[in-house]
């Protein structure tokens, strides 16, 4: 007699049952809710999964790795850190980058703060005056970085042209180490129209109960705005300041296009040499670990605005 097999079933009771859980979810309101919701932000979590999570994780791998794109990579465990904090321009790129950090931001947010506060005021033109004022930070990157280069040319540019007017003695923006950096400072003053649109944005959201109270109180313009004005935006200035910092550590079009890092490495940031090892001297490895470590460095950096500015900020109920 042939022998039966005893052959499992394909779908068992276990199995079964979180399928017909799941379908019995699907059939409720708040289960087709959740279902609809997920689907809309599906997008979302693939796009950081493919853009995000899955180079972050390529980087962390290629950065124990010697690769220079044409042969395989070869495992070198943390010789590329240990090489990075032995070069000099490594530190270089460093410094140049905490120098521009520490004075373009905060020249930044209190300059487009102040220019907030000029166009939130009632004057006859002030639609124009607000367009004026945004304009230059929807120019593009490299139609601004020639424009700049143009204002700070030696012979003919702009900038020289006006000290000329003034008598003053010509100045090599371009070319001199100790003036390389502070005239791309000032090019970053330039497209402060996007900071200024938020601070606008905030100005706009106070209440005027409290301004006048504050002027039946008999307080003048310098103590609303120092009792009501400063206090009411510290959320808004606080993310600003978030928003600067990230943003200033990744600056690369200005040094790339107008000085190429020099004269004498003095606008050499520190994405532009890592730019520098990744394509041009074909160093991915390298470069991986420049950008882990510049990852850390805004991180620690954030975690300290949090941990000091953060507890300073008023948020309205």
Do not use: C
């Amino acid at each position: 007699m042939q022998e039966t097999l005893n052959v499992p079933p394909l779908h068992t009771p276990q199995s079964m049952s979180w399928i017909r859980r799941f379908f019995h979810f699907f059939k409720t309101p708040e289960g087709r809710r959740t279902i609809i919701g997920y689907l809309f932000i599906m997008p979302f979590i693939l796009g950081v999964l493919i853009w995000v999570v899955y180079p972050a994780g390529m980087a962390a791998w290629l950065s124990l790795n010697q690769w220079n794109l044409i042969t395989p990579p070869k495992f070198v465990g943390l010789d590329n850190f240990k090489t990075m904090f032995a070069d000099k321009l490594f530190w270089q790129s460093l410094k140049v980058t905490f120098l521009y950090t520490f004075v373009s931001v905060p020249s930044g947010l209190v300059i487009s703060f102040l220019m907030a506060l000029l166009i939130n005021t009632k004057v006859r033109g002030l639609a124009l005056f607000r367009t004026i004022y945004y304009l230059p930070s929807i120019v593009p990157a490299v139609a601004n970085a020639v424009l700049w280069a143009w204002i700070f040319n030696t012979d003919f540019g702009l900038l020289n042209a006006l000290l000329n007017y003034l008598q003053i003695p010509k100045v090599a923006w371009l070319q001199q180490p100790e003036w390389a950096l502070p005239a791309l400072i000032l090019m970053s003053l330039w497209s402060v129209g996007s900071t200024m649109i938020i601070f606008l944005a905030g100005l706009q959201g106070i209440d005027d109960v409290y301004y006048e109270a504050a002027k039946i109180d008999g307080a003048g313009s310098w103590q609303q705005l120092i009792n009501i004005t400063i206090p009411m935006m510290s959320s808004i200035i606080f993310f600003n300041l978030i928003l600067g910092v990230i943003g200033s550590f990744q600056v690369f079009t200005a040094g790339y296009l107008i000085t190429s890092g020099g004269p004498q490495n003095a606008t050499l940031f520190y994405v532009l040499y890592l730019y520098r090892m990744a394509f041009t001297n074909l160093k991915m490895g390298y470069a991986a670990a420049m950008s882990w470590v510049l990852f850390f460095i805004i991180m620690v950096f954030t975690a300290i605005i949090f941990k000091t500015v953060g507890k300073r900020v008023y948020y309205q109920e």
